[in-house]
């Protein structure tokens, strides 16, 4: 096993025992079925056993946070329980290397009748720590937290949200090597999910390695460095973040051709309206990535496609504007059909599409809003027919466009750029050029 290796999956697989019981089963078939689970000599057939997880294989290094995709029942939660010695495969072998530190579900972990301070210790010698080693960091994870007033109630009095906290800051600030979390953000606030994003970030640059099973793509496309998705136990798709969650929401709407299941693509017949008719033109706004596949997650730089429906459009110099906004109502771009060199022709029933090649909007949440009127012939003068304020929502990822602090959905449009430093001791003008630069 390679020194930067720190997990390696070969084979692994998890079945379990569901006896096959036929409509008219009675009490000898019950009682056979039983038997069969727990004596060894006698034999199950194929139909007795359910494959959680099979031949399942992979490798993570030290410094990566992979995470894991997939629907429910897929086996990411089968899975993580093998790696953090819950339970014991069926077949196959999982090596990890250094001290593990999980936090699998909530209600899992502590001791609910222990309060939260008896569980950090409690939780601490569990991982081989010492009383003095969990006291040197025992403010650091109450302050973490968030809920020093509560730390010396039981546990089973806590709620979800406060549960989590405590466990997640244990869970990281015990210095674990390997960090396995199961859908921890599906719980706590925002500003926690924040600090937490932060503090998972911190760990990877400090060489430890997470493993981040979640259903939410922003989660996974903003914490992780690579990406896996399983299917009915199987391995489905390894590669990078980007990939993995493209591959995943082709999954998602495979059986569904229309792709309307409410993933980047939103019906307009209901929505609220401005304009100056009465008329109902814009019917369904849908977004889509470079692939074409539904999406509310974009990176700057790279391509966004929309797609809007209309009906009984009136061919008199009609236009459909897509306008974007930021978190706080600014307009930060407007694409209009009429941009378009070659002319978009709007009439009847049916649908445009707009592509922007280059997304140029910092890392953020942006809403749609959508607009169908008359053009005047001139920028800024138009007259608005069917407008849907909050047609749809997305957010953007800068995914490595800019370096540094990066830019956020309130601080303009995103330009990469090239600097220079020149020292003060190699800095020297003639009169000619001082003037030119304001000297």
């Known amino acids: 096993m390679s020194s930067d290796v720190v997990i390696r999956v070969e084979g692994l697989g998890k079945r379990y025992v569901v006896p096959h019981r036929e409509k008219d089963e009675g009490l000898r078939a019950r009682v056979a079925a039983h038997l069969k689970e727990y004596v060894p000599f006698l034999r199950h057939g194929e139909d007795d056993y359910f494959w959680a997880l099979k031949n399942v294989s992979f490798e993570v290094r030290r410094g990566e946070i992979l995470g894991i995709l997939g629907r429910n029942g897929s086996g990411k939660s089968t899975l993580l329980k093998i790696l953090s010695g819950v339970t014991q495969p069926t077949e196959g072998r999982a090596r990890l290397k250094g001290r593990i530190g999980s936090l699998l579900e909530v209600g899992t972990g502590f001791h609910p009748d222990m309060t939260g301070r008896e569980n950090i210790f409690f939780s601490g010698a569990m991982l081989g720590l010492s009383q003095r080693e969990v006291r040197a960091r025992f403010d650091e994870i109450v302050?973490?937290?968030?809920?020093?007033?509560?730390?010396?109630?039981?546990?089973?009095?806590?709620?979800?949200?406060?549960?989590?906290?405590?466990?997640?800051?244990?869970?990281?600030?015990?210095?674990?090597?390997?960090?396995?979390?199961?859908?921890?953000?599906?719980?706590?606030?925002?500003?926690?999910?924040?600090?937490?994003?932060?503090?998972?970030?911190?760990?990877?640059?400090?060489?430890?390695?997470?493993?981040?099973?979640?259903?939410?793509?922003?989660?996974?496309?903003?914490?992780?460095?690579?990406?896996?998705?399983?299917?009915?136990?199987?391995?489905l798709f390894a590669g990078t973040t980007e990939e993995a969650i493209t591959e995943y929401q082709k999954d998602l709407y495979a059986d569904d051709p229309n792709g309307k299941r409410g993933y980047g693509w939103k019906d307009l017949d209901t929505s609220p309206r401005y304009g100056s008719s009465?008329?109902?033109?814009?019917?369904?706004?849908?977004?889509h990535n470079a692939q074409g596949v539904l999406s509310e997650q974009f990176f700057t730089g790279r391509p966004i496609r929309f797609k809007v429906g209309y009906r009984n459009a009136v061919p008199n110099q009609a236009y459909i504007a897509i306008l974007i906004h930021n978190g706080v109502g600014d307009r930060v771009a407007t694409v209009n059909s009429t941009h378009d060199a070659v002319g978009v022709r709007i009439c009847g029933d049916g649908y445009v599409e707009c592509v922007i090649d280059d997304l140029r909007l910092g890392a953020g949440t942006y809403t749609v809003m959508v607009d169908?009127?008359?053009?005047?012939?001139?920028?800024?003068?138009?007259?608005?027919?069917?407008?849907?304020?909050?047609?749809?929502?997305?957010?953007?990822?800068?995914?490595?466009?800019?370096?540094?602090?990066?830019?956020?959905?309130?601080?303009?449009?995103?330009?990469?750029?090239?600097?220079?430093?020149?020292?003060?001791?190699?800095?020297?003008?003639?009169a000619t050029e001082k003037s030119n630069i304001g000297l």
């Not at 937290?145 to 709620?159: A, L, T």
């Not at 009465?278 to 977004?287: D, G, K, N």
């Not at 003068?381 to 540094?404: H, M, P, R, W």
Request: some cysteine; overall charge neutral.
């Open 278 to 287: 009465s008329a109902r033109v814009l019917t369904w706004l849908s977004m």
């Open 372 to 430: 169908y009127g008359t053009s005047l012939g001139r920028p800024g003068t138009s007259i608005s027919k069917d407008c849907v304020a909050n047609a749809g929502q997305f957010s953007v990822a800068l995914e490595g466009y800019l370096e540094g602090v990066g830019l956020s959905e309130t601080q303009g449009a995103a330009h990469r750029s090239n600097w220079t430093l020149v020292p003060s001791a190699s800095f020297s003008v003639d």
């Open 143 to 235: 302050d973490f937290s968030g809920i020093e007033e509560f730390i010396d109630m039981p546990v089973k009095r806590y709620s979800s949200g406060m549960y989590v906290r405590l466990a997640y800051s244990v869970a990281s600030m015990l210095r674990s090597d390997i960090l396995i979390l199961d859908e921890v953000m599906a719980v706590g606030d925002a500003a926690f999910r924040e600090k937490s994003q932060k503090s998972m970030e911190a760990a990877a640059r400090d060489g430890r390695t997470i493993l981040f099973v979640s259903h939410n793509t922003k989660s996974i496309m903003s914490m992780c460095t690579s990406g896996m998705i399983l299917g009915n136990g199987l391995k």
